[in-house]
């Protein structure tokens, strides 16, 4: 929403499950819970149509909140935490139970190719240091626009196309960010650059995973024997999705290998059941434990998510009042 003076946009109450569960567990964890719903983006930001697309507001939100925590979770709004007994701390834990010290970032996957490493960015987990900083420092110039007619330049017409959205511009900063900080491992400037007679980015379009693909060893996996081979100073953990059962940050059901609309096989069936935190759409798709936790975090803390009687958005569980 362009006019910060509007109230946000009404959401679709199918988002109230998951919104739901994300109340619940920060509750039982006894982690902060922001629901954003400001505009974020203050009179310095260029006026670019792409910023009306694809959640670029997470950026100035998690800038704005990030030195108050160690980390933050940032989600879309249809990511379902399924696995509520699960604590961020556990993954942090098995992180440095296998040597690694420099996890500044955790990122879901998509597709396990090991060498595919472009992502869909519905979930990540920053950390509040001088490379995380650094991280949201390029993805804000990214926003902000980096080439004298923009990124990829792609909504030019008024209409969304996924190549301006914020997505492109998370996997521009873990690139840009990693050439600042290893700058003896890659082949200078190994990020996509301006291109003098066009204005916009080289390497149109996106994804760009020949540049992730040089940077060193990167190695993808984020529980087990992966994990065991990612090497211990890499900055990035992208999760496994080989080992389904153990998905990491989330498991992708909108679209690719595991997509809600497609035959569940066993192996699905078990992924699904026993993911942490799922990417989906409507809450009809989610599996029946999902179902059967929403439930409890209703009837035991008295979780809701809803619009009152004044249409204004109320999120809390118990005691706590999220919004």
């Known amino acids: ?37 400001t505009y974020g983006f203050d009179d310095t930001y260029p006026k670019w149509h792409w910023l009306d ?15 108050e925590f160690d980390w933050i979770l940032y989600t879309d709004t249809d990511f379902l935490i399924q696995d509520i007994t699960r604590p961020l701390e556990s993954f942090l834990s098995e992180f ?16 396990w190719q090991k060498d595919f490493f472009t992502f869909s960015a519905y979930a990540f987990m920053i950390r509040n240091s001088p490379y995380g900083l650094d991280l949201l420092k390029h ?41 600042d900080y ?40 984020s529980t087990g024997s992966e994990l065991d081979r990612v090497p211990d100073d890499q900055p990035y953990i992208f999760s496994s999705l080989h080992d389904g059962p153990r998905s990491g940050l989330g498991l992708q059901l909108t679209w690719g290998e595991y997509a809600a609309n497609d035959k569940k ?27 059967f936790e929403v439930e409890h975090c209703k009837q035991k803390y008295g979780c809701y998510a809803h619009y009152n009687e004044a249409g204004e958005l109320k999120i809390g569980c118990g005691e706590k009042v999220y919004l």
């Open 96 to 111: 440095e139970l296998h040597g690694k010290d420099n996890v500044q970032l955790f990122i879901p996957t998509d597709q």
């Open 265 to 291: 096989t066993d192996k699905k069936k078990e992924a699904y059941d026993q993911a942490f935190a799922l990417h989906v759409k409507k809450f009809k798709d989610a599996p029946s434990r999902a179902h």
């Open 53 to 67: 697309f694809g959640t670029w507001h997470r950026v100035p939100h998690v800038e704005s909140r990030i030195r």
């Open 139 to 179: 993805w804000d110039t990214f926003a902000r626009g980096i080439c004298p007619r923009g990124n990829m330049n792609k909504t030019s017409d008024g209409k969304y196309d996924w190549m301006d959205t914020d997505q492109p511009g998370l996997w521009y900063s873990m690139m840009r960010t990693y050439a």
């Open 182 to 221: 290893f700058p003896d491992r890659v082949p200078n400037d190994n990020y996509p650059k301006c291109n003098a007679t066009t204005g916009v980015l080289d390497f149109r379009p996106p994804p760009w995973n020949n540049f992730f693909k040089k940077m060193p060893n990167i190695t993808k996996g």
């Open 1 to 37: 929403n362009t006019n910060t003076n509007e109230p946000p946009p009404r959401l679709n109450e199918e988002y109230f499950p998951h919104i739901l569960t994300k109340a619940c567990y920060s509750y039982i964890w006894g982690y902060d819970f922001i629901f954003n719903t």
